[in-house]
């Protein structure tokens, strides 16, 4: 396998090139003295602690996994190791709030780093993706006390936190739960129940870990209405911090999954366990939705990780790979064939992953930094505009990006034909790990229709409005006195102003189909967000291609590889990819009758 390398050139230009992220940070109090200098020397301390200690255990710990005996669990040879120097290190709590030790970085950042760490090593990854999520929560809806306890460890990665929700009758529908929770004279909770599916519910990283269940309590409302938070330690918190016996929670066993099996994937127990509600009661859905969007998030980036480091291996392999002659004539002939790459077929490939990759991680960095600018910026009227662009598109960003990394997974393996399905190799196991990022956090399906049914049918199409005003605004922007190239962009500029036009000619006709048949939304969703990735993704690309004509007119020929580079990747994009919005359209447009003819009884 080869080694693999922090994208942190094209991490850069996006950043700094595409969305001018200094001057953002520059204008938001709370990120005020970050400056490009800084995020590049974080960003490439990131990549050589990744490249050295994470990725050399990727293939190790899939090979191993986790080991289950007497409720305990270990996790692979050398985790341990390379997660108390990442908590050493101040990267447990690099987005966490300063006033509880956290380094307060913005999500532009951080998210990069999180690319870094699911393409090095996914399994491991999920540890600190968790308890970032966790810490998130903690900071938003806990009490100073609580906060005062749990977050400055959680930063420093003395403790884990994880997020609790499913149980073994109920995984979407949440609203199903059994787990109670029972008031005790104290204040706090006896939690009982059974949860599956806990991402490092257990394990040896740490010397406690910080649960975050769903539970009810003895008065809740039937189904969603009634669900509640609760903070549930694995060893129970003394007031000064230090920790007391055991609490309740046990781990029952170990999944036995596809992929990521350096990630504990644990059946807990609680068994009276003491915890801590969280929030308000009966409001813990709608409060852990902060962690779970952060997650979703966060798994979009598994799958864009992932796709990086398998076409990197790829690209390692077709260099070297000889199959054949090239379709004029032999490239190298003084060597018995020519590298595969001279074929056009594996170009296809290796230019839709590398499309898909760099679409992924454009699209990654603009969730994240509207996400920054709605929890930061001073205007109340772009935190507004931040947080509905942050709403409209979490979903897109959770299905869309894994829906891509899968395929970039699948492709880059077939690049190495028979050697791709050999374990040695290790694009097999890319694809293992990227297969239940489609999954969890929300299925795919999932977050479409919560696409179509909150973000477009229930608002009537706002967020959509206030999407295409965003885009129409950018489009509008003046070039602020560069000199480019405007007519190597007008293919970039009617893509965009296409796809808009269709997205939201396809989300008028939706809200109307909505209107008198309750399917159709169902039957359109996963089309629908098809299409919205696609049109984002068309307006990323033009935000790169712009970038990269401005970097050509500055640079010459310093930088003319990176950005002619970009601008051909992008121009495959519109040309190989984009003409699937066109299908998209006729098949959301064909209606739910088809799907919803056959007998239930005939499938």
């Known amino acids: 396998m080869a080694d693999y390398r922090a994208p942190l050139n094209d991490m850069r230009f996006i950043r700094d090139e595409v969305f001018n992220a200094e001057r953002e940070w520059q204008e938001m109090p709370a990120t005020a003295e970050l400056n490009a200098e800084l995020a590049d020397a974080v960003l490439e301390e990131a990549g050589r602690l990744v490249e050295a200690e994470l990725f050399p255990l990727n293939q190790s710990g899939d090979a191993e996994g986790c080991r289950f005996e007497g409720g305990e669990v270990t996790t692979p040879t050398g985790f341990r190791a390379a997660f108390q120097e990442l908590a050493g290190g101040g990267w447990c709590g690099l987005g966490g709030n300063l006033e509880h030790g956290g380094q307060g970085l913005p999500k532009l950042l951080t998210q990069a780093f999180d690319e870094m760490l699911y393409a090095s090593n996914a399994g491991f990854a999920l540890y600190l993706s968790l308890n970032n999520g966790a810490g998130l929560l903690l900071d938003a809806y806990a009490d100073e006390t609580t906060k005062a306890l ?14 609790c929700l499913t149980e073994p009758h109920c995984g979407t529908d949440l609203g199903l739960i059994r787990t109670r929770a029972v008031p005790e004279e104290n204040g706090r909770y006896a939690i009982t129940g059974s ?16 649960h975050l269940v769903l539970a009810k309590l003895p008065d809740a409302p039937a189904g969603a209405k009634g669900i509640s938070l609760f903070l549930v330690p694995k060893r129970q918190v003394l007031e000064n911090g230090s920790l007391g016996g055991a609490n309740g929670v046990v781990c029952g066993g170990l999944e036995h ?4 099996k350096g990630s504990a ?13 969280i929030g ?8 852990m939705f902060t962690m779970m969007n952060y997650e979703r998030l966060s798994i979009g980036i598994q799958g864009l990780g992932l796709g990086d480091v398998a076409y990197q291996s790829a690209m390692a392999f077709a260099s070297e790979r000889r199959q054949s002659r090239a379709p004029g004539g032999a490239v190298e002939p003084d060597q018995a064939a020519d590298p595969i790459l001279v074929h056009p077929d594996v170009r296809r490939m290796a230019l839709n992953v590398r499309a898909w990759n760099e679409g992924g991680r454009l699209f990654a960095a603009f969730v994240a930094r509207e996400l920054d600018r709605a929890k930061h910026h001073p205007d109340a009227g772009m935190r507004e505009v931040a947080a509905d662009m942050v709403a409209l598109l979490t979903p897109v960003a959770k299905a869309f990006l894994t829906d891509r990394g899968f395929a970039a997974t699948v492709e880059s393996q077939q690049i190495y034909g028979g050697s791709g399905y050999c374990v040695e190799w290790g694009a097999e196991q890319f694809v293992r790990d990227a297969r ?11 977050q479409a229709m919560d696409l179509v049914g909150r973000k477009l049918v229930r608002n009537q199409g706002a967020y959509v409005e206030r999407l295409a005003e965003q885009i129409c605004a950018d489009l509008d922007d003046s070039d602020d006195g560069h000199e480019i190239d405007a007519s190597a962009l007008r293919s970039f500029r009617e893509a965009v102003e ?10 008028e006709a939706l809200i109307e189909a909505a209107k008198a048949d309750p399917a159709a939304a169902g039957a359109a969703a996963h089309d629908y967000l098809q299409l919205l990735g696609y049109t984002v993704y068309s307006w990323m690309w033009w935000k790169a291609a712009r970038a990269a004509q401005r970097g050509l007119a500055r640079q010459g020929a310093a930088g003319e590889d990176f950005y002619r580079t970009k601008l051909i990747v992008g121009q495959h994009f519109l040309t190989r990819q984009l003409p699937q919005a066109e299908s998209l359209e006729r098949q959301i447009a064909a209606g739910p ?10 499938f």
């Open 265 to 277: 994937t644990c059946v807990m127990h609680f068994e009276a366990a003491e915890g801590i509600l």
């Open 257 to 260: 999954k596809m992929g990521i």
């Open 195 to 210: 949860k599956i599916w806990i991402t490092g519910g257990e394990h040896d990283l740490t010397e406690n870990v910080a």
């Open 498 to 507: 296409r796809e808009l036009a269709r997205f939201e000619r396809v989300s």
């Open 280 to 287: 308000e009661p009966h409001q813990g859905l709608a409060t």
């Open 436 to 446: 239940i990022a489609m999954i969890y956090e929300g299925t795919n399906g999932i």
């Open 150 to 163: 749990y977050l400055p460890r959680l930063y420093a990665g003395e403790w884990l936190g994880t997020m």
């Open 593 to 602: 009758s088809g799907l919803m003819a056959l007998e239930a009884s005939h």
